[in-house]
């Protein structure tokens, strides 16, 4: 439902018709999966219904005739609700990453583990490796710039998080092996 | 094309405690290389080898073809002066030159006119963006414009290695980024090799390929530790 | 704060703490030791005391001795100041610790001053002790006359002054001069810039240069006031030493705008970025060249007055109209005095020389980091020790053959022309008492040039025997576990 209040947030600054929604969608949310046509109508559609966007005219400059879209005093309220509530921090940690690593050390042996690991932390890497490239070699928008950091964060904390288990793995077998 | 530095079999002990222990590694020319591993892991060890700051106790260390670790002390000076670039944590500027001055010690070191170091100066101190603290003593910097200041001194000799040692350590996130885009930049406009030693995994990415030690070795996993059977 | 934990604080320390306290303890032992050899030749009351060294047999002559044993304490003082700057950025942080720990200002005052305190006490104790032991072993007899005043000891005020006193006037300039430290808990790494040095303590120079010309111009033949003298002198010296610093800047800036290469820059840096430190002691090593210069003017003005008079001569005593009475003794009497001025200076050069050293090898100290990173950049160790050498050279380079000049052209003021005198009366007839002589003119003289030379020569390398000895322990200094150091 992300979408809905990221389109509220975009008619925020003016009316935009839905072709215009879609870009600045994909231009604000680079690495974000892309927002296809149909979803930007669909979504539209249902916050009409809802009055929290309202038809505001409609024009033919150049092409098809479109639509105008602009944000209704409701769509304004509720896009401030949603601004204002916390995100809770997720109840139960999951992720495939995590399980996966607690089986490799559970059930695998050594080396099994090891190999396994290894592939995903020199994944991780090269991941990362280029994402800086693409950082610092082209001349990204902010939004670009605040994606990428996003995705970059996010590997190093799982890549930090791993070499930390293997630490305490590690130390543990020392404590009972001595 | 053969590597610019390499470095085969190193081995360091300081006291009982080995620190490198066997370690091999090509740089070619351009190349930017990065050491990672937790600390006390001895990649700040290997960049001293590798420099020549230090002398390894087996091993050798070529560059360009030629034995450095077995040299003479003056001699690698003159090497780590005129064909390395060092940056190190927190700069080491010199605290009551000014920034311009402390950009043309080496060439100065190196018989160059005052003048000339002075204008060489102030052309790299502006290449980094850092043209208004020209004048100011170090003193009297951020520790990203430091850290600028420090890649200016390492690079205005135009190296043909540049060694740095955790180089944004002391640097916020965006600070560290502008003098890690702004090192590998120069670096490949000059055609110079780099060598970085750090923790982060972040820095470590700005480079093409690294290297990961654990307790003195290279670790081929990457992993910078042994997994053992868990309890 | 039980006294116990207080001295365990105090006394706390690593092993460069425990050298600045063995040399405060040094320190307070030489001054102590200095200051009962004063007193005591003070104390001597007799109506006509017969010594061995003559110049104790008159009581303005022994006043003048017990003034230069007071000056040769400066050099301690300074050597002390210097002393006590050792591992100082160590201790400001241990003290900032403390406070942060939860230790009020003035119990971290009250630790450095115990610090301090003791060891001066200790030290007084130990100079007392040498001054007893030298008092017996120096008790020697010739031709019923003792060598030395070992027969007098200092009064008991004096005594008790010296031996208590110094203790506690050592507390307090420690608790002084580490007033800045206490007023916050962070580190005093993040201090404001030391102030600009300013040029007036040259116009004490000039003010102590005034009153001699003041005294060679109201020379009326009689020996001159003793006040003038002393107050120029002692204006001329904390002139010359507080002088130093604006010096130091501005041989720094000279060297900076002159020096070429990569040294120079360093050293001319160096001295703008800090004049204060080492200042002072280069600056007593400066006024021990000053007396030095005076020392030989007194010479040359005795071997003028020999010169002249063919038979050795004490200086005019007494004066009656143009008639000069003089007292027809043997050198033994002038040579003794220029013995003690001549001694004095040595030690105190001695002194203000370790001083210096201290300072040099604290600056090395201070700055390993530095040094150490500069190495690693290939920087070589021959151009650090250059610009050591330039750093401690280029304040002196001209002020210290200035001060024996300057010393020399003070006394030559202040003594008397050297009457070229006609005897008229000779007491007994054969001129072995008195001789009654009329002035005829003056002789000129001024101090030896070649020994001018000789002493300024001598002053500057050892200057720079100095550095190069501190730039030694740049090897040491420069091993890279520094560069480790967050």
């Known amino acids: 439902m992300t979408a809905s209040y990221v389109l509220l947030g975009l008619l925020a600054r003016g009316p935009r018709h839905g072709y215009e929604l879609k870009h600045a969608y994909d231009q604000r949310l680079p690495r974000a999966k892309p927002l296809a046509f149909g979803q930007v109508y669909s979504t539209l559609g249902r916050l009409e219904r809802d009055g929290l966007v309202t038809q505001a005219g409609q024009d033919q400059a150049g092409g098809p005739e479109r639509t105008a879209f602009a944000i209704t005093d409701d769509g304004r309220a509720a896009l401030e609700t949603w601004l204002g509530e916390i995100e809770a921090p997720a109840p139960y940690v999951s992720a495939t990453l995590l399980s996966k690593v607690v089986v490799a050390l559970l059930v695998a042996d050594p080396a099994r583990a090891t190999a396994y690991l290894s592939a995903q932390q020199q994944a991780h890497t090269s991941r990362m490796r280029e994402l800086t490239r693409l950082k610092s ?27 930390t288990a293997l630490h305490r793995v590690a130390d543990l077998h020392r404590e009972v092996q001595s | 094309m053969s590597p610019i530095l390499t470095a085969r079999d190193l081995t360091k002990t300081y006291g009982v405690q080995p620190a490198l222990r066997g370690i091999d590694l090509d740089l070619h020319e351009g190349e930017i290389v990065a050491v990672r591993g937790r600390s006390g892991c001895g990649k700040s060890t290997l960049l001293h080898c590798l420099s020549g700051i230090l002398a390894p106790d087996s091993g050798e260390v070529r560059f360009r073809g030629d034995r450095i670790d077995d040299t003479a002390e003056p001699y690698r000076s003159e090497l780590r002066r005129t064909q390395f670039g060092v940056l190190l944590q927190h700069g080491h500027l010199i605290s009551e030159l000014t920034s311009a001055e402390n950009v043309a010690l080496p060439l100065m070191l190196g018989g160059g006119s005052r003048r000339a170091a002075m204008a060489a100066a102030d052309t790299w101190l502006a290449r980094l963006g850092v043209a208004e603290a020209a004048e100011q003593i170090p003193g009297r910097l951020s520790g990203g414009q430091l850290q600028r200041v420090a890649l200016a001194r390492a690079m205005v000799t135009q190296p043909v290695v540049l060694f740095a040692d955790e180089p944004t350590g002391a640097l916020d996130s965006l600070a560290g980024e502008l003098v890690m885009k702004l090192l590998t930049r120069v670096a ?30 290279v670790d081929p996993t990457g992993l910078g530790v042994a997994i053992g059977v868990p309890a | 704060m039980r006294p116990s934990v207080l001295l365990r604080l105090a006394l706390a320390g690593t092993r460069t703490d425990r050298l600045r306290v063995a040399l405060t303890v040094l320190t307070a032992a030489l001054a102590a030791a200095v200051l009962l050899v004063a007193a005591t030749v003070l104390a001597i009351d007799a109506a006509q005391p017969q010594y061995q060294v003559l110049l104790l047999n008159h009581l303005d002559l022994r006043q ?31 003290l900032a610790a403390l406070r942060l720990a939860g230790a009020s200002p003035r119990q971290v005052t009250a630790i450095t001053a115990a610090e301090t305190g003791v060891a001066s006490a200790l030290g007084g104790v130990i100079g007392l002790a040498v001054y007893l032991a ?85 020379f009326d033949g009689s020996w001159p006031e003793p006040a003038p ?49 080492g200042s002072r002691t280069v600056g007593v090593l400066v006024v021990c060249a000053w007396v030095a210069g005076a020392a030989g003017a007194l010479r040359a003005f005795a071997q003028a007055q020999l010169a002249a008079e063919g038979e050795p001569q004490s200086w005019v005593h007494e004066v009656t109209g143009n008639v000069i009475i003089v007292p027809n003794a043997s050198d033994d009497f002038f040579n003794s005095i220029v013995k003690l001025v001549d001694m004095a200076v040595g030690g105190a050069a001695l002194i203000a020389a370790a001083g ?14 530095v040094f150490a990173s500069l190495t690693a950049t290939g920087v070589s160790r021959g151009v650090l020790v250059r610009a050591g050498l330039w750093q401690a050279l280029a304040p002196v380079v001209v002020t210290l053959p200035g001060a024996v000049v300057l010393g020399a052209a003070m006394a030559w003021l202040a003594l008397p022309s050297i009457a070229e005198g006609k005897v008229t009366m000779c007491i007994p007839a054969d001129c072995s008492d008195a001789v009654m002589s009329e002035r005829v003119g003056s002789i000129a003289w001024f101090a030896d040039w070649t020994e001018v030379a000789a002493v300024s020569g001598a002053g500057l390398i050892v200057v720079a025997l ?3 000895a501190a730039g030694a322990t740049l090897r040491a200094r420069t091993d890279l576990e520094a560069l480790r150091v967050g």
């Open chain 1, 137 to 163: 070699e082209q001349d990204l928008t902010v939004g670009d710039l605040i994606a990428v950091d996003y995705a970059l964060t996010h590997l190093d904390a799982d890549l930090r998080w791993l070499q």
């Open chain 2, 188 to 217: 490949r406009e000059q055609g110079t090799a780099v060598v970085v030693v750090t923790h982060d995994a972040t820095v470590a990415a700005y480079a093409e390929r690294e290297l990961v030690l654990r307790d003195g070795e």
């Open chain 3, 64 to 94: 003048m001795t017990s003034a230069i044993l007071a000056v040769v304490c400066m050099p301690v003082l300074a050597l002390a100041a210097q002393a006590g700057r050792i591992g100082a950025p160590g201790r400001a942080r241990r």
């Open chain 3, 134 to 218: 030298a008092r017996v072993a120096l008790h020697r007899q010739d031709n019923d006359r003792l060598w030395l005043p070992t027969d007098v000891l200092p009064s008991p005020g004096p005594l008790a002054l010296i031996v208590l006193g110094l203790p506690v006037a050592a507390a307090l300039v420690a608790a002084v001069l580490l007033r800045r430290v206490h007023e916050s808990p962070l580190d005093v790494a993040r201090t404001v810039e030391p102030a600009r040095p300013k040029p007036w303590p040259l116009l004490l120079i000039a003010a102590g240069l005034a009153a001699y010309v003041g005294v060679g111009v109201g």
């Open chain 3, 229 to 277: 003298l002393f107050a120029g002198g002692i204006a001329a010296a904390a002139g010359l030493v507080f002088s130093m610093a604006w010096l130091s800047d501005r041989g720094g800036r000279l060297l900076h705008r002159l020096g070429r290469g990569p040294a120079a820059l360093l050293a001319a840096r160096r001295l703008q970025a800090d004049p204060w430190t």
């Open chain 3, 356 to 369: 210096v050293l201290l300072g040099l090898l604290e600056a090395v100290a201070a700055r390993r980091r």
């Open chain 3, 466 to 468: 100095l550095a190069v």
